[in-house]
């Protein structure tokens, strides 16, 4: 199978001694367990391996239950060392209250008991460690699939990686277009919708988040307000609830709202958004009209073009501490801009959409970023844009 780059620091951390309590969290169908089981199939150490997935939400005794026959094992067999791992731990109600408390425990009696945690669901992951376990744990943020683990895995093309995205499961549907857009829909968009939101936060009009998510897939790389946007749903909200809503599904990594880039907050912040998707499945599930009829209308698939590049600086900006944003004065505009602490990189897709590329010249000598470049022309594709270290970026 298939090894992501998380495999070895999985395994590394293992081999590790005990000081913090490994937490991995990634949007929806990226292979954590997989990547987990891999990891577990080639240590040494002695492990138990539970899943929270039937158990009922309502019981998180049931971690400690756990727990405790993993101790049992322990001392029964007399390792000196275990590891315990934990998946969907996040549907169990005040579960971080109950890991809390068996891992000080652990901690005061010196057992050398790890503990590896898994969680589908970042809004309640992130939720449960910032009000239990600070100071106590590490997160592996397990992202979306790179074109180049899908090429390597899956034998993807650019452009069917552009289309398609980095979904793996949804690798081996792709030469049946209804059944890949359903796989999406049921099995990613369905539950991000209706589970992981849900079950962190009180929702008052569900139908406008559903229909909110979609349009914002449908908008990925168009530059809209809200109040515009607004007007296209059917349910009545306002603009403070679309915003919080799209806060939401950020967070759930499928669609994200980028800020225009100006010297002071305030201007960032009140900006018309732009709209990006973390994957590009989404994009083509919800707007797409089959791979071939975008692709063979350059417009459109401009629209693709723009927004595989931009999934893919939303998708690292976390691991490598740069924010995302766009920039546009009059009709000139610069798709997107890197901001990490101070240093800026400006980059313009040419995507199909746009034959002019003024705006990034207009954007370097007002602003002066560290590299100013097109991706999509010359010495840069796209192809090799989506290969590229984005660290590298700021060195």
């Known amino acids: 199978m298939y090894r992501r780059k998380y495999y070895q620091i999985i395994k590394d951390r293992i081999a ?48 400690s239950t756990v727990w405790e026959n993993a101790r049992s094992v322990m001392q029964m067999r007399k390792y000196n060392e275990f590891l315990l791992v934990i ?44 009000e239990s376990l600070a100071g106590r744990f590490e997160l592996i943020r397990m992202g979306h699939w790179s ?41 990613i968009i369905e539950p991000i919708v209706s589970k992981d939101i849900l079950l962190t936060t009180t929702i008052y009009k569900p139908a406008l988040l559903r229909q909110l998510f979609e349009l ?7 530059i809209l307000s809200l109040t515009k946007l607004l ?38 912040y009140n900006s018309i958004p732009k709209y990006q998707v973390f994957n590009t499945a989404l ?32 998708g690292n900006a976390e691991e490598f501490g740069y924010k995302v944003y766009y920039w546009r004065e009059d009709d000139k505009e610069v798709d997107f801009v890197l901001e990490k602490k101070g240093v800026l990189i400006a980059i313009e897709v040419k995507s199909g959409r746009r034959t002019s590329n003024e705006g990034i010249a207009i954007f370097r000598n007002k602003f002066s970023p560290k590299l100013a470049f097109v991706v999509g022309s010359g010495a840069l594709s796209v192809e090799e844009f989506l290969t590229l270290n984005l660290a590298n970026l700021f060195e």
């Open 283 to 314: 994009l083509s599930a919800n707007a797409g009209r089959g791979f071939e009829k975008e692709f063979t209308d350059s417009k459109r698939w401009g629209r693709w073009v723009e927004s595989a590049v931009g999934a893919y600086l939303v």
């Open 216 to 222: 914002s897939c449908d908008y990925s790389g168009e």
């Open 231 to 268: 007007g296209q749903l059917n349910d009545a909200g306002n603009v403070t609830t679309l915003s919080n809503y799209i806060d939401l599904l950020s967070d759930c990594q499928s669609v994200t709202k980028l800020n225009k880039f100006a010297n002071d907050n305030a201007r960032k």
């Open 16 to 63: 590790e001694d005990r000081t913090a309590i490994q937490v991995i969290t990634g949007p929806r169908q990226v292979g954590k367990s997989t990547v987990v089981g891999q990891v577990l199939d080639d240590i040494d150490i002695p492990y138990m391996s539970e899943t929270a997935d039937s158990v009922d939400p309502h019981n998180p005794e049931w971690i």
């Open 147 to 187: 074109f180049e683990e899908m090429r390597d895995a899956f034998g993807f093309d650019i452009n069917q990686y552009i289309y398609y995205g980095g979904y793996p499961q949804g690798a081996k549907y792709v030469k049946n277009e209804k059944r890949w857009c359903d796989y999406i829909k049921d099995s």
């Open 87 to 130: 998946d969907e731990i996040q549907k169990l109600d005040n579960w971080s209250e109950f890991v809390k408390k068996e891992w000080d425990s652990d901690t005061r009696n010196k057992l050398g008991m790890k503990v590896i945690l898994l969680g589908s669901s970042r809004l309640l992951i992130k939720k449960g460690l910032t």
